[in-house]
């Protein structure tokens, strides 16, 4: 499966922005799909994950309240609503996808999208 993700952009603090990642292929309802970002000098980290039904989901604790996952298998998508954004949330934010169960883990993940580049300034 090939993944490409968009939304990203320059925000104000407290403000919000809608990440998509759009999967190619027939089959995205069998994978478990993560968002992951990498803020600059540092690692990739978890960010988000959604079962291949959209039925459980799981976040990281600096984004619960502020971060939904959710996803539309008609059209292939998923996607990362971000509300209240801090400065510290900017990062390369990055889609994958796993055949397995979703995890935090970021091997778990077999095919991955590019990064799309979200700014927030304080």
């Known amino acids: 499966v090939q993944l490409q993700a968009s939304g990203g952009g320059l925000v104000e603090e407290g403000g919000s922005l809608r990440l998509s990642c759009a999967a190619s292929?027939?089959?995205?309802?069998?994978?478990?799909m993560g968002w992951f970002r990498q803020a600059p000098g540092k690692e990739r980290e978890f960010v988000a994950a959604?079962?291949?039904?959209?039925?459980?989901?799981d976040y990281v604790d600096s984004v619960k309240g502020r971060f939904t996952i959710s996803r539309d298998n008609a059209k292939n998508t998923v996607y990362l609503q971000m509300n209240t954004l801090k400065p510290e949330d900017t990062a390369d934010y990055y889609c994958?996808?796993?055949?397995?169960?979703?995890?935090?883990?970021?091997?778990?993940?077999?095919?991955w999208g590019q990064g799309t580049l979200v700014t927030v300034s304080s």
């Open positions: 292929g027939r089959t995205f309802s069998s994978y478990s």
């Open positions: 994958a996808a796993t055949r397995s169960a979703y995890s935090r883990a970021q091997g778990f993940y077999e095919y």
């Open positions: 959604i079962s291949r039904t959209g039925g459980s989901t």
